[in-house]
């Protein structure tokens, strides 16, 4: 199984992030949903995840903000 756009299903897109991302709600520190959302493009069929984590990376290497962190609905 490939990981582009037009090797995978939406549903697989979903898959490969879950499985990537691991349980979003356990991590619960508030960063975990705004990596999920980080990805939500390439879950779309709109950008690669490649691409995604390019930009992510040269943000995080500038010291430019990465995904908005939200409350956990545990905790906050």
Known sequence: ???????????EREQ????????INGGCD???SGLAEMYQDYID??????????EFRANYESGDEGPEK???????
């Open 16 to 23: 490969i992030v879950a499985e990537s991302i691991g349980n």
């Open 45 to 54: 069929g709109r950008r690669e995840i490649r691409d995604i984590n390019m």
């Open 70 to 76: 939200s409350s956990c609905e545990y905790f906050g």
């Open 1 to 11: 199984m490939g990981y582009l756009i037009n090797e995978t299903t939406r549903e």
């Open 30 to 32: 508030g960063c975990m």
